[in-house]
Structures are given as structure tokens and as C-alpha cells.
């Protein structure tokens, strides 16, 4: 179909889109640099503040990483040993390894079919008089049916900490991710869709006591200066990294509205071809597209995904094996067959190249290889 293939595809590509934005980012970080601010100060803050207003929440608490602001959050809830909190086994470790980190259980609870998040309807079967909390992940950029879940948490006085490491900008029901449930854990790591150039991460709540209590958390637990009365850690985001996403949060749904058209166009063509099954949005819910994974039918995933890559097509498999049955969570008890769908998705998921500066011929060789694959 495809008459010649010149350029491969990269599965993401960062670099792209500093050369568009190269000139403001170089002058912020110079100013930060001559400014001798390299740790706090008035650009951390700016930042704090603007996406704070970005998220529709009245506090945001910058941190060094997407893990840390997790751990954060779960410490602020005072989630420790003997409580257990409940997950999903579709995600990247760092949701459930904070929940060990910090002394708790991880719970896990089988993922929807169409969305690849959290079941819903399968949470309530799984608290138990020692849930504390429940950690949503909005994955791919797709945000979890927080109505719901959040008449199950109020039900059962539980904290939602919501991971939106993937899916800055998302909505569910017209609000933004981050400040439906009581916190939302945010990771700028370079390829996520407000990525910096570097770690960093945010905390974001409408809980004035709860920001404070993560301040002093992040800080060693100082409370006031030299005065310590918890066990905290050293959680900062750099004042250069901060002056970086103080300028790409100003593209940040210029760029989610470029995803969503590819993911538009991907969906257009995709959807016609029999062996696999294309992503989709859940009604109410608006994503960011931080991956467009697709399912490969019948046992065909690494056949295709390594011709796509004979096509020049570079794909990823996020995640190749669920929580539940990884070796660091043997102890839990877990088995084969426990969580399906999961499990499932596991062998069948292939991410496709997705950020927001995939040109239309690049995206016509992504579609043409994959029907190549089928059709040929
Ligand atoms: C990236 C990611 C994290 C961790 O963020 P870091 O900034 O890399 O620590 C947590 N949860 C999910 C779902 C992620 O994708």
C-alpha cells in the first residue's frame, strides 16, 4: 500500500517540540540561572499558583517527582502500616510501590475492558474494615469514571487520591482531573504531557490543611524552621524546571487538542480493521491521549508490533505484566487468572507513536503499515 517508508516514527518524540518553544525556555532558564533562585523562590511559586488555577483547585504543592507527590499524599492522609488501599494491577509500579513505601497493602482490583482503568463496580466488593483509600489511575490519559467512584469513597469514608501522572488537562463531567477527588498526584516527567526537562511533580487540593501538612512533609517535616515533629522527606521541584513548565503549561491544550486529533483520525481508519480494537472515550469523560494503545487480537500483538517496526513504525508495550503477578508482589498471594482483564490486556496492548507533533503523513504511515499487517 505504502509506496516507500523514508523515516521511521518514533513511538514519542520530545525532542520536537522544544525546537518549537527553544527560544522562550532557553531565556527562562538563563533568567533562572542569573537569578542565583535555583531552590524555591518566586518562579516555584508562580508555578504552584498558575497550576493550581489550571487544575480548578485553591492549592498545589510542586515536588520532585509523580512518585513522590503519591507518597506525599498518602502520608498527608496518615496511610501507614495495617491499612490496606486499593488499586489497579494495569499502571506503572510507582502507584502501588508508594503504597508499600509507605508501610500499607495494595489491593488489587481487575480494569474495564474498553477504558483499561480501574472497574468501578468491582472496588466496593474489595474494601474491607482496613481500607483507607482508593488510588484511580487516569491511564493512557483516559479519566476514570470519578462519579461513580466517588459515591463508593463517601459510602465508605475513604480518601481518593487520584494518579493523573498520565493525563494532565484530562476532564471528567466538565472537571478537571486533580480536583475531584480529595488529591491528585501529578508527574512531570519529559514524556508525559506537561513534561519538563528533568523530574518534577505536583500535588494539587482544595484541603488547606492538607497542603500544609504536605509542606511540612516535603520539607524533612519541619515545621517551623529547625523545628521537626514528623518524619519527612526532600521533595522540591527545581526553580529551573519550574520556569520550563510555567511556559509549556501556557501550550499544554494547544498540544492535548493536537493528541486528540490524531487520536481522532487514528480512531477513523483503526476502527475498520477487524483484528484489533481501537481505544475509545468513555461518555463524560475528555482525555489527553498521553498513549493511543490499541488491542491486538488473537495472540498476534508481538508479531504485529515487530512488523510495524519492519514497516518503520516504533510502537510500546505499556505494560507487559500486570502488578498483581510481578515478583516484587509474590508475598500478596495473587494468582494467575485472579484478574482477567488485566491479565489480558497485558498480551494484547500496543501503544501507537502518539504526541501532538505527528504530521497526517506520519500518521497515514502508522495506518497504512497496521492495515498492511492485516490485509496483505
Ligand atoms: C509516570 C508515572 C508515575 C510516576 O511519575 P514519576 O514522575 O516518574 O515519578 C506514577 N504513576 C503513573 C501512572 C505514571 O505514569
Not at 47 to 67: L, M
Not at 298 to 326: A, F, W
Amino acid at each position: 500500500m505504502i509506496q516507500s517508508v523514508n523515516h521511521s516514527i518514533p513511538a514519542f518524540d520530545i525532542k520536537q517540540q522544544y525546537t518549537t518553544i527553544e527560544a522562550e525556555v532557553s531565556a527562562a532558564v538563563l533568567e533562572v540561572l542569573a537569578s542565583g533562585r535555583y531552590i524555591g523562590g518566586p518562579i516555584v511559586a508562580g508555578f504552584e499558583q498558575q497550576f493550581a488555577a489550571y487544575t480548578g483547585v485553591s492549592k498545589c504543592v510542586a515536588c520532585n517527582s509523580g512518585t513522590d507527590a503519591l507518597f506525599l499524599a498518602l502520608r498527608a492522609f496518615n496511610i501507614g502500616a495495617g491499612d490496606e488501599v486499593i488499586t489497579t494491577p494495569f499502571t506503572f509500579i510507582a502507584t502501588a510501590e508508594v503504597i508499600s513505601a509507605v508501610g500499607a497493602k495494595p489491593v488489587f482490583v481487575d480494569i474495564n475492558t474498553t477504558t483499561f482503568n480501574l472497574n468501578v463496580e468491582q472496588v466496593a466488593a474489595a474494601i474491607t474494615p482496613n481500607t483507607k483509600a482508593i488510588i484511580p489511575v487516569h491511564l493512557f490519559g483516559q479519566p476514570v469514571d470519578l462519579t461513580g467512584l466517588m459515591d463508593i469513597a463517601e459510602a465508605h469514608n475513604l480518601v481518593v487520591i487520584e494518579d493523573c501522572a498520565q493525563s494532565t488537562g484530562a476532564s471528567w463531567a466538565g472537571q478537571k482531573v486533580g480536583s475531584i477527588g480529595h488529591i491528585g498526584c501529578f508527574s512531570f516527567y519529559p514524556t508525559k504531557n506537561l513534561g519538563g526537562c528533568g523530574d518534577g511533580g505536583a500535588i494539587t487540593t482544595n484541603n488547606p490543611e492538607v497542603a500544609e501538612k504536605l509542606r511540612i512533609l516535603k520539607e524533612h517535616g519541619q515545621k517551623n524552621r529547625y523545628h521537626y515533629e514528623e518524619i519527612g522527606v526532600n521533595s522540591r521541584l527545581d526553580a529551573i524546571q519550574a520556569a520550563i513548565l510555567q511556559i509549556k503549561l501556557r501550550y499544554l491544550d494547544i498540544w492535548n487538542n493536537q493528541r486528540r486529533q490524531v487520536a481522532a483520525r487514528y480512531h477513523q481508519f483503526l476502527n475498520q480493521i477487524p483484528g484489533i480494537i481501537a481505544p475509545q472515550e468513555l461518555a463524560g469523560g475528555m482525555g489527553v491521549w498521553n498513549q493511543y494503545t490499541i488491542r491486538v487480537l488473537s495472540n498476534k500483538r508481538d508479531l504485529i508490533r515487530n512488523q510495524l517496526q519492519e514497516r518503520g513504525v516504533n510502537t510500546m508495550v505499556y505494560y507487559p505484566r500486570p502488578l498483581h503477578l510481578q515478583p516484587v508482589y509474590a508475598n500478596l498471594g495473587y494468582k494467575e487468572g485472579q484478574l482477567p482483564v488485566a491479565e489480558q490486556a497485558c498480551d494484547e496492548v500496543l501503544s501507537l507513536p502518539m504526541f501532538p507533533e505527528l504530521s497526517e503523513e506520519q500518521q497515514d504511515q502508522v495506518i497504512y503499515s497496521l492495515k498492511d499487517c492485516f490485509f496483505s
